[in-house]
């Protein structure tokens, strides 16, 4: 939407009345999708797409640091994450982040609707610093995707110094991984280095038409991703796949 931002609200009471903080209002000229994530060390982390003055689209991250109460955050300066083409809105699909080294590794999925790939940004963080690295091409033809990382089950914590990557999406029909909910696993080495796996297709058939927005948790032991699924009797089922 033309001139809309984003706006935080926090809430004292257990989500009863909600106020909001007017000095973390992200102006972006037009926003339409967002992901926030709290890492381990409290950072607030928040990735948007956005079309400055109606141009070329961006992704966008920012690193929020809080005091030592943990009642107020500091926005950091924002970090180009990638820059798509003109008349085709980006969308962030997942952000996740977790501590690697002195600092921390940060991950933006999004799709680029210009090709339809679903693509990992990644980049690292010190205390003062956010730095871009690399994009690399995990889908090649989705409706969305969604990613999380080894963890001990509570989103934040890295399981056995391992943080292999876990991807998930919805494929589109007739391209190159085909209709259905598909999986991909990308394997950590020490360096660090991670090797993308082949992909693993879930379910093909009984999908609806509108598949939404695909989800995937890893709960310290599996990758577990929920999708509906057409019974034949004139509803849909929830599944839950894991792998």
């Known amino acids: 939407q033309s001139n809309s931002k984003l706006k935080f609200f926090f809430s004292t009471d257990a989500g009863n009345n909600w106020t909001v903080d007017a000095t973390m209002d992200v102006a972006g000229g037009s926003v339409s999708e967002s992901h926030i994530f709290i890492d381990l060390d409290d950072y607030m982390w928040l990735a948007w797409n956005s079309v400055p003055g109606g141009s070329t689209p961006y992704i966008y991250l920012r690193r929020g640091t809080p005091n030592a109460g943990r009642t107020s955050y500091t926005w950091g300066s924002d970090l180009a994450v990638f820059a798509g083409t003109i008349g085709f809105g980006l ?56 990613m999380t990382f080894h963890n001990t089950g509570d989103g934040k914590t890295v399981l056995n110094g391992t943080t292999h990557l876990y991807y998930t999406g919805n494929g589109l029909a007739g391209g190159a991984e085909g209709a259905g909910v598909h999986f991909k696993k990308s394997t950590w080495t020490a360096g660090p280095t991670w090797t993308l ?23 310290g032991t599996r990758a577990l991703i929920p999708s509906l699924y057409d019974s034949g009797a004139g509803f849909y089922q929830l599944r839950i796949y894991e792998r």
């Open 91 to 146: 969308t962030v699909q997942s952000l996740c982040v977790f501590r690697e080294g002195a600092g921390w590794r940060w991950h933006v999925l999004y799709r680029d609707p210009y090709s339809n790939v679903c693509a990992d940004a990644t980049g690292y963080a010190t205390t003062s610093t956010l730095s871009l690295g690399s994009a690399s091409t995990i889908f090649s033809a989705m409706n969305g995707g969604a």
């Open 197 to 219: 796996g082949a992909v693993r297709t879930l379910v093909s058939t009984g999908l609806p038409s509108g598949p939404g927005q695909p989800r995937i948790i890893f709960d």
